[in-house]
């Protein structure tokens, strides 16, 4: 739907083409904004997976357990958030 059609929807409901117009620049802010955080994203998303990734291969290789290092649950933890967060991309995208 163009901008001409929402204003002339606007005027037969007594709508004030001011209020449309104020009401689709907010719309258009909110896009741009939107596609800045998404570019973002796509900027930063390569560097944590790698992240996740060194951690899963350190977690792996220690010999440490929970019981020897204060960082073994808080590592786990992070990791599974982020696999969390990857699963809920795949499925919304």
Do not use: I
């Not at 204003?7 to 939107?34: F, P, Q, S």
């Amino acid at each position: 739907m163009n901008m001409e059609t929402l204003v002339e929807r606007a005027e037969r409901l007594g709508v004030a083409t001011a209020t449309v117009g104020e009401m689709l620049d907010e719309l258009e802010r909110l896009r741009e904004k939107v596609d800045y955080l998404a570019d973002g994203m796509r900027d930063v998303f390569p560097s944590a997976h790698r992240l996740a990734l060194e951690l899963e291969c350190l977690l792996l290789d220690t010999k440490d357990t929970a019981a020897v290092s204060k960082w073994w649950d808080s590592a786990n933890e992070a990791l599974e958030q982020w696999r969390e967060f990857c699963r809920e991309e795949t499925h919304n995208a």
